[in-house]
């Protein structure tokens, strides 16, 4: 155990971060809540706001490739008597 500890602390850098003042005591108050500290509260916050940034890159990717080849609506007409409702 305190080997993983004392890895995980030498693979961390010590940063200086400016913020507002209600900034800061709503992260103090969020982190005594959530029973972490500052720092893990924001790591944790950084972790998420970039896998927000990766799944957003991803949809915009997605979107393009989308525009650059729309579907073909005759590729799929086949199927249309298939996926249909019976008729009542």
């Known amino acids: 155990m305190w080997s993983q500890v004392w890895s995980r602390l030498h693979t961390m850098e010590t940063i200086q971060v400016v913020m507002e ?3 800061l005591k709503a992260a103090d108050q969020a982190a005594r809540r959530l029973k972490v500290n500052r720092s893990a509260l924001i790591r944790e916050a950084v972790r998420e706001h970039l896998k927000r940034l990766h799944y957003r890159e991803l949809e915009r990717k997605e979107q ?5 080849t729309p579907d073909d609506p005759a590729e799929f007409a086949v199927w249309d008597k298939v996926a249909a409702w019976p008729k009542e």
């Open 21 to 23: 003042g209600g900034l």
């Open 64 to 68: 393009e490739a989308y525009a650059r």
